[in-house]
């Protein structure tokens, strides 16, 4: 296997160069798998992590003012491991969420109902009004398939259903929190705050 110096290994990926990531795929995917597993992940996490953080290291390469200012590894290993810090707080929250809900289904209110009905409705209207791709790419997620899963099934490539995937949570996002009702919710709660404090 050629070794790559870190000036080499930049330049092969500015120049979109196949050779290059498999050789970092070879040489440095042990130490990511390492990382992942050693924080409660799997290999398969490992592999989406460690292609996660090439995608970064591509978008930050592909801007002219880049320098790299340490060694490559230390880069994809702090990329990497920020990544996965953040896939473990996702989860905890996503599984926090959860609990909570069942909480709730199990003595249910009359209010709590309400609530829970037209937090429903504005997450539904909100999802619905999304194009079909962002759709399709979110439910796969949200079923638990990892975006090199998603891209199978789907034929797009995995930078694509990462990307689009990042685009369409923050478009939900910005058509919940701009759904009338969400606005009125958030305008009260405002103002039940300034009464009692």
């Known amino acids: 296997m050629k070794e790559y110096t870190d000036r080499e290994i930049i330049e092969c990926l500015r120049s979109r160069d196949g050779d290059v990531v498999k050789y970092l795929f070879q040489r440095y995917m042990p130490v990511i798998r390492h ?29 002219k003012s880049f320098t790299l200012t340490s060694k490559f590894i230390t880069l994809l290993y ?32 009359v209010e709590a109902n309400m609530d829970n009905e037209l937090y429903q409705r504005i997450f539904a209207e909100a999802f619905d009004s999304l194009e079909e791709a962002c759709k399709k790419i979110l439910k796969l997620s949200w079923s638990g398939m990892s975006p090199t899963e998603i891209s199978e099934k789907l034929g797009v490539t995995y930078g694509y259903v990462l990307k689009k995937k990042s685009e369409s949570q923050s478009d939900l996002l910005k058509k919940i929190r701009a759904h009338p009702d969400a606005v009125a919710i958030l305008g009260s709660e405002k103002r039940l705050k300034s009464i009692v404090q």
Do not use: H
């Not at 491991?81 to 209110?109: C, H, Q």
């Open 78 to 109: 702090c990329i990497c491991s920020n990544l996965w810090k953040m896939t473990l707080n996702k989860r905890k929250a996503a599984d926090n969420y959860i609990r909570r809900e069942a909480v709730f289904e199990e003595e249910p209110g």
């Open 35 to 63: 990382l992942v597993l050693g924080n409660g992940g799997t290999s398969d996490d490992a592999q989406d992590i460690f292609q996660e953080g090439l995608m970064i290291i591509l978008e930050k390469v592909d801007e």
